[in-house]
């Protein structure tokens, strides 16, 4: 119990320094998902804002890993899913708190859109190739370390034990093929964030398979079981630096959404937009386009029956 | 690699969506830019890309096929015509271009535009019918 526990730790570690690092990664006329005049970010009421921002998500995962610490030393479970709560809606909260603060400063955004007449081309000429060869070796790994599930012990954390068993696996490859065909084309974070998604997929299906042939190898020793679960958080943890650092770089005020339409900062939700997947307003990654069917089809499908059906087996196991 | 042809749209003009979209395939088409043969995007795609409704973009497809710079068939990409020349129109409808021109260039004008930079614009556009 203790050493997922500990992961779990070292992930509100890493959720809060994420979060905390994050609005200093976006557009420069966006901040806290509103759009600003150019050099907004600089000025005393955005550092401000910044601030308190920073001290909140501080003080939630402070609150976290007291819950965590909790767990370890009373053994009640609760205390982890109070911990993870208080992370999911501190983070969420404290982002809307930072985002009215940041609306009084709000300008229109651009209502110029550009697009490319060519039917095919979006600057990812190959994506289809690189999908699959992503995909090649996760499903061969997926396969073989499924059919050796049982060899895994549980000082092997977070990725591996989300990772092979199928649910987040499907989840990466449908989102993926989202991406390609649900989202804008010609945006330079496109490329950025297919890349970090792919070298997701690849830690998640490799890495369990690379660890079941060590353990093979040295069957007794827990170090290795640690140092791999602690190796594969750094690599993750490098692969959103790497994107965030190469986002704001390539970020532009590009981002042409209007601002009403992103509810608390960060779920986006425009009845006129046909894309499926817009992408997020600082950071990395997609929002779905919540008036769109089909995103509550897919949410439903592969995280609400999921976890509906988890709360019903504990409740029956009570 | 050729950079793609660009199509720019402004929500906020008083021209509609679909008339811009209309506007630019018929000029890139003009110019050259667009050949013959070219593949455009679907209706969805290019809906998606400029983050504006389906039907706005079907119709301004459905304009272009109609005035016959594109042809749009169930189930098959959208393709730029081998456009047939049509006749020359009369004097009358001549007439009503030159009008237009010279509205255009009064709102040039308008804008601050010199004379001189106009005329060098209308050259360079009158040269590049010439290619």
């Known amino acids: 119990m203790i050493y997922p526990i500990i992961s779990y730790s070292l992930v509100f570690i890493l959720v809060g320094g994420v979060q905390a690092a ?129 060899q895994i012990s549980d000082t092997v954390a977070l990725s591996t034990a989300f990772g092979v068993s199928g649910s987040v696996d499907v989840v990466l490859l449908l989102l993926a093929l989202a991406i390609l065909h649900g989202s804008r084309r010609g945006s330079p974070m496109r490329s950025v964030n297919l890349t970090v998604l792919v070298a997701f997929m690849l830690v998640n299906s490799v890495a369990p398979a690379t660890f079941i042939a060590l353990q093979w190898m040295k069957p007794s020793e827990q170090f290795w079981g640690q140092a791999f679960s602690f190796g594969e958080l750094l690599f993750l943890a490098g692969m959103i630096v790497w994107g965030l650092r190469k986002g704001s770089q390539l970020r532009h005020s590009r981002d042409t959404t209007p601002d009403e339409c992103w509810k608390l900062g960060q779920f986006y939700y425009n009845p006129q937009d046909p894309a499926l997947l817009v992408e997020h307003r600082i950071g990395l990654g997609y929002s779905p386009n919540f008036a769109r069917p089909l995103s509550w089809i897919a949410i439903t499908a592969l995280f609400v029956l999921p976890v509906l059906a988890i709360v019903c087996l504990v409740i029956a196991n009570m | 690699m050729p950079a793609s042809p660009q199509i720019r749209i402004d929500l906020a003009s008083a021209t509609p969506v679909y008339r811009q979209i209309v506007d630019q395939v018929r000029t890139r088409t003009v110019e050259g830019v667009l050949r013959a043969g070219d593949v455009l995007p679907s209706v969805r795609r290019l809906a998606i890309d400029l983050g504006i ?24 990409p959208a393709r730029v015509c081998n456009r047939n020349m049509p006749a020359p129109p009369e004097a009358a409808e001549v007439e009503n271009f030159r009008q237009r021109l010279r509205h255009l260039i009064a709102e040039m004008r308008a804008q601050g535009l010199s004379p001189a930079r106009i005329s060098r614009e209308l050259l360079a556009l009158a040269e590049g019918l010439k290619r």
Do not use: C, M
């Open chain 2, 53 to 76: 409704h389906f039907n706005t973009v079907a119709e301004a497809y459905r304009t272009l096929a109609d005035e016959g710079w594109i042809e749009v068939a169930h189930g098959r």
């Open chain 1, 22 to 150: 994050l609005p200093a990664y976006g557009g420069r006329t966006i901040f806290f998902s509103v759009t600003v005049p150019e050099r907004f970010r600089e000025t005393a009421e955005a550092r401000s804002i910044l601030r308190g921002f920073r001290r909140l998500i501080l003080l939630w995962t402070i609150a976290a890993e007291a819950l965590a610490l909790a767990t370890i030393y009373t053994g009640v479970p609760w205390f982890l899913l109070a911990a993870i709560l208080v992370v999911g809606a501190g983070t969420v909260g404290a982002y809307a708190r930072a985002r009215k603060q940041t609306r009084q400063f709000s300008v229109a955004p651009s209502a110029e859109r550009t697009a490319s007449l060519a039917a095919q081309s979006d600057g990812l000429r190959g994506s289809y190739f690189i999908l699959a060869a992503a995909a090649a070796p996760f499903i061969a790994a997926a396969l073989f370390a499924g059919s050796r599930w049982d």
